[in-house]
């Protein structure tokens, strides 16, 4: 049995004030639940150290939602993962479709930081999903598979094991429109296969697999249902504590 694993993307958003006051909803809500799957917020930059101070003797782990994969130098703008480890984080989000379009992140770049990440004992949600004219086209599979081969290109049975995949299809992401969870059932029970034909059968039924693309607590049980569907990764619904706290709920 895999745990769920709850994540939440605050992506560009929460000042530092509005920042402890979310964790402090979130944590306080944490305590009346009953929750047994694992919990992840990825705050901006902005607030990592605080968030961390606050979450100490807590369950919930702190993660980043990008990092460069040199250690140190003239990169301007950049975040080393040593630097994240610093402020408290053990998890990073890596290959966010965002990243990808607006960015321009090459499956390279992100094999490059994924390598880094996972080098440095960071663990890593990496994120793959197809666009609406992919899926029209009827090229998902093959988009997803490329997006994987090269994103753990070289990357070892050793390190893989602390890597969780987080399928996002991009037509999902803060649109409102959610894979069905028949849909999303289908890619995840893909990526599991394809998981086992590069690494091992074990390698991938340990594997966590998230799915991420307009999660909200109306459409999470469906989601989170489906046997190869293993947690969610939250951008919107994540911004508010009840929210986020109703889909831990859910999950269990
Ligand atoms: P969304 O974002 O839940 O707002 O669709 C998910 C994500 O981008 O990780």
């Known amino acids: 049995?895999?745990?769920?694993?709850?994540?939440?993307?605050?992506?560009?958003?929460?000042?530092?004030?509005?920042?402890?006051?979310?964790?402090?909803?979130?944590?306080?809500?944490?305590?009346?639940?009953?929750?047994?799957?694992?919990?992840?917020?990825?705050?901006?930059?902005?607030?990592?150290?605080?968030?961390?101070?606050?979450?100490?003797?807590?369950?919930?782990?702190?993660?980043?939602?990008?990092?460069?994969?040199?250690?140190?130098?003239?990169?301007?703008?950049?975040?080393?993962?040593?630097m994240l480890k610093s402020v408290g984080c053990n998890y990073v989000i890596l290959g966010h479709s965002e990243r990808r379009k607006i960015f321009l992140e090459t499956d390279e770049v992100i094999n490059e930081k994924i390598n880094k990440a996972l080098d440095e004992k960071l663990k890593v949600i990496f994120c793959i999903g197809e666009t609406l004219t992919e899926r029209e086209s009827k090229i998902t599979f093959k988009v997803l598979e490329e997006q994987i081969v090269n994103?753990?290109?070289?990357?070892?049975?050793?390190?893989?094991?602390?890597?969780?995949?987080?399928?996002?299809?991009?037509?999902?992401?803060?649109?409102?429109?959610?894979?069905?969870?028949?849909?999303?059932?289908?890619?995840?029970?893909?990526?599991?296969?394809?998981?086992?034909?590069?690494y091992s059968n074990n390698i991938s039924q340990d594997m966590k697999i998230l799915y991420g693309g307009s999660v909200k607590p109306g459409n999470a049980a469906s989601l989170l249902s489906q046997a190869d569907i293993d947690g969610a990764l939250i951008g919107g619904a994540c911004l508010k504590a009840d929210s986020f706290l109703e889909i831990i709920k859910i999950a269990g």
């Not at 994540?7 to 047994?36: D, H, P, R």
């Not at 070289?154 to 991009?170: F, G, Q, R």
């Not at 409102?176 to 969870?181: D, N, Q, V």
């Open 151 to 198: 994103g753990l290109n070289n990357i070892s049975d050793e390190k893989v094991v602390n890597l969780t995949v987080a399928y996002e299809p991009v037509w999902a992401i803060g649109t409102g429109k959610t894979a069905s969870p028949e849909q999303a059932q289908e890619v995840h029970e893909f990526i599991r296969k394809l998981i086992a034909k590069l």
């Open 1 to 82: 049995m895999r745990t769920k694993v709850i994540a939440g993307n605050w992506k560009m958003n929460k000042n530092l004030n509005e920042s402890v006051t979310l964790v402090s909803e979130i944590k306080n809500g944490l305590t009346s639940l009953n929750c047994s799957s694992e919990i992840i917020i990825c705050p901006p930059y902005t607030s990592l150290e605080t968030v961390n101070s606050l979450i100490k003797n807590t369950a919930i782990n702190l993660g980043a939602q990008n990092m460069h994969f040199e250690d140190s130098g003239a990169f301007t703008g950049e975040i080393s993962a040593d």
